[in-house]
């Protein structure tokens, strides 16, 4: 992909959403949406580097914080997602193994089932003109 069309797209997608905001007035989900968007780009670029420990953990802040934000439970909820981080402290790669199952758990349920295979009913086929296939002669290897 062009770096060109990434950053189109990306500014295209951040004026649709800013004009969704404007017109039902959203504005109270500005600032969760920017930390959990942060949680998201902290993750994925510490992952790609291969640091699933600072990954794992910017997620956890990132999101963490856009969710306390959300249900306006910031002091108390500041320090139980501060002791789920310690607690996590070196179990970030089971952590994010379980999470990455669960997440492939919940996107196989949405992929819509095949339909199923109809029976084919008695079609008459006639081939005209087929020459057969000329083969060598067959060696028998002992």
């Known amino acids: 992909m062009n770096?060109?069309?990434?950053?189109?797209?990306?500014?295209?997608?951040?004026?649709?959403?800013?004009?969704?905001?404007a017109v039902?007035?959203?504005?109270?989900i500005i600032l969760p949406a920017l930390l959990a968007a942060g949680g998201v780009a902290i993750y994925r670029r510490q992952r790609s580097l291969g640091r699933t420990n600072d990954a794992v953990q910017g997620a956890l802040w990132g999101v963490g914080l856009a969710?306390?934000?959300?249900?306006?439970?910031?002091f108390p909820g500041v320090l139980l997602l501060g002791g789920a981080s310690l607690l996590l402290r070196g179990h970030e790669?089971?952590?994010?193994?379980?999470v990455h199952g669960m997440l492939a758990t919940i996107m196989s349920r949405r992929t819509?089932?095949?339909?199923?295979?109809?029976?084919?009913?008695?079609?008459?086929?006639t081939i005209v003109n087929v020459e057969q296939p000329s083969t060598g002669e067959t060696v028998r290897l002992r």
């Open 24 to 28: 039902f007035h959203l504005w109270w």
């Open 112 to 125: 819509p089932a095949q339909p199923p295979i109809q029976p084919v009913t008695s079609t008459r086929v």
């Open 67 to 74: 969710l306390l934000l959300l249900i306006h439970f910031i």
């Open 93 to 98: 790669l089971e952590a994010d193994q379980r």
């Open 3 to 21: 770096i060109n069309q990434k950053q189109t797209r990306v500014a295209g997608i951040a004026l649709i959403s800013i004009g969704v905001v």
